[in-house]
């Protein structure tokens, strides 16, 4: 069988996804233990400080080597083999016995944990196999007789990524960054024209969003919503330039977000005078076919005039 580059990207955001998963169920084991103000407790937070390290390091360590192995060979290395899929696949097993059982810590009163080692050796373990399974693709990779590889983003540099919130899930990253497509990180659940698609890292699900208000209409499709979509909770982010205050907001709904597009990110509607619609905030690609959102007012489209995406005026 033939790894389609789909399965390696989604293998490699689900485990970083992960880590950051545990690092929440850790903050929440601590916080517990704080309240429970014992010799034990004190003891035991200081072992839980060590394994939040250990998940940090990890899943930043896994981030710069996936992006590293993807900048020298490009979508060559997203496409992956046999051998790649079953060592992520092994380090994603590992990862998912270990959130397991910080999953049961969290939920037992008093909060017990034992095997204290187990943890920490987990989540290395994670890392290793994960690191391992990357740097050995590449070096089959990087050996074998090819052409030229095509890169999506050549000359990419890492210090271009944007500083988004840290609730997005990482394949919602990945796509803003423009190192992987919509396609790539979630799946059509239906064939229906409006159905949904799912994340395949977070499991989200999403379907596209409009809003109606008097002589207009925004909307916002599920690829944009891709992009906004927190991978620990089911909350919403902005996708805008030129943020204000709000956009750091945590957006419960959909509606929520879409209501936020128009107050933060669409100049009033108002008789003689053009519309202006703020432009995606990532590295992507962005005209008005592919932003993924837009607004139409009493029939009128938005148009790309300069930089800017507007709505115009009434001839």
Known sequence: MVVSGLEIVALVMAIISGFN?????????????????????????????TILRSTINGRDDVQRGYESCIQLLGNKFSHGDDM???????????????????????????????DWGMFELASNRCQTQTLDTLKQLYQ????????????????L?????RNYPRDLC????????????????????????NSEW????????????????????LWISVSSLFKAHCGNSDGWMCIWE???PECTCHFTTRKELIQHMKRVHVTPIEPGHDIRVDRP?????????SCGYGITVQGRGMIIVGSHFVVPQAV
């Open 242 to 244: 030129n943020p204000t």
């Open 281 to 289: 905030f990532d590295l992507r690609r962005n005209d008005i076919d």
């Open 84 to 114: 790649a899929k079953l060592g992520l696949e092994a380090a994603l097993d590992i990862q998912q016995k270990f959130i397991s059982r910080l999953k049961l810590a969290q939920n037992s009163t008093p909060v017990v944990m034992s």
């Open 21 to 49: 998963a545990a690092d929440g169920l850790i903050k929440s084991i601590k916080e517990r233990l704080q309240k429970q103000k014992d010799s034990r407790s004190a003891t035991a937070i200081q072992r839980l400080d």
């Open 198 to 217: 799912l994340c395949k890292s977070c499991r989200r699900i999403f379907s596209p969003a409009s809003l109606s208000i008097p002589d207009a209409k």
């Open 140 to 155: 089959r990779l990087a050996s074998a007789p090819h052409k030229s590889p095509l890169m999506r983003n050549p000359g």
């Open 170 to 193: 990482q394949s919602a990253i990945a796509y803003r960054d423009n190192r992987a497509e919509f396609a790539e990180l979630a799946y059509r659940t239906s064939a229906a024209q």
């Open 157 to 161: 540099n890492i210090s271009r990524r």
